[in-house]
């Protein structure tokens, strides 16, 4: 019969339960860098509406040094009778907690703060791919027709950025696309040899297309294998996107972020009720183009 060995010291499992951990708060892999709401120039609105006046195709009568003792021309520009209104969409939840589990496990961090913060972020990642894929006010939907430019063959060349750029010639801002439709311009840059130059910015590197910063977002999604490509000229000086906020609501915690104690029902729940309201408006047409249909799957072999 083996020998059974005894034990002279203290065991670390047994140790353990009298020793402290360290926790971290709790962590959430959906949350992204949100840069599209970051780059995006923000403005504010009054009772929750924003009207975008445009000017109708007027006829033009301009002349340069008219001849002596001739008439003048006369012209004017005229305006759209019913010019569009942009009503803030609100993204909102109710957060419900058991105050017996906030009143005894609160320690060393706080369960509603950490209830509140995280829904907070998933509130904002919703945020963003309403600016993307609202069917109301959303980017996708509202690009112009002639704003849309198909891919030559598929895949997201430099050429095809090239004839998006041709679309926004205006001062083009930014890229917006899907990391792996970046990666699958990389290829494409990668297989002519002309590898696209990085810019730092907000402490980030970004690839970029003639200057212009390529900004990733997992909200233009990838649906069998295709996604789109946005670009954008922005802010209202230059007539082009703008995302859209309603300063000072009531128990506001950020711009146009608000969160309101609901009160505790009768089964010790207390409720919290989080609401952002937001929407984005194009200013005039060629503001955005769409690269639609994207293939983001094609790999090169190389010898």
């Known amino acids: ?58 006829p033009e009568d301009i002349e340069c040094s008219p001849q002596e003792e001739c008439d003048l021309p006369e012209t004017f520009v005229d305006y759209h009778v019913k010019p569009r209104e942009y009503t803030l969409n609100a993204v909102t939840t109710i957060v419900d907690v058991q105050t ?26 919703r945020q963003e791919g309403e600016i993307i894929n609202n069917p109301s006010y959303g980017l996708l939907t509202n690009a112009a027709p002639s704003m849309r430019v198909k891919p030559r063959k598929g895949t997201p060349t430099p050429d095809d950025l090239d004839e998006l750029i041709s679309k926004v010639w205006k001062e083009p801002a930014f890229f917006f696309a899907h990391p792996q439709a970046i990666a699958a311009f990389g290829r494409e840059c990668t297989r002519r040899g002309v590898p696209p130059p990085t810019v730092t910015l907000f402490g980030s590197p970004f690839l970029t297309w003639r200057g212009i910063p390529i900004v990733p977002t997992d909200k233009l999604y990838v649906q069998d294998g295709k996604t789109n490509i946005l670009l954008m000229r922005v802010g209202e000086k230059k007539q082009g996107v703008v995302g859209l906020f309603e300063p000072g609501i009531p128990g506001e915690v950020s711009p146009s972020l608000s969160v309101r104690f609901m009160g505790i029902n009768r089964k010790a729940i207390a ?31 190389y010898k």
């Not at 840069?35 to 007027?58: H, I």
């Not at 369960?111 to 509130?123: A, G, S």
Request: glycine share 4%.
């Open 1 to 58: 019969m083996a020998d059974i060995e005894v034990r002279r010291t203290l065991g670390e499992g047994a140790a353990r339960q009298l020793a402290n951990t360290t926790k971290t708060p709790p962590q959430m892999q959906a949350i992204t860098p949100r840069w599209l709401v970051s780059f995006l120039p923000w403005v504010p609105v009054e009772a929750g509406t924003y009207r975008v006046n445009r000017v109708t195709d007027s």
């Open 100 to 125: 017996r589990v906030t009143d005894l496990y609160r320690s060393p961090y706080d369960q509603i703060r950490e209830q509140l913060r995280l829904t907070i972020e998933k509130v904002k990642e």
């Open 271 to 301: 409720s919290y009720l989080v609401s952002l309201y937001c929407a984005t408006a194009i200013l005039v047409d060629d503001a955005l183009g769409v690269l639609e249909n994207v293939e983001v799957g094609h790999y090169h072999e």
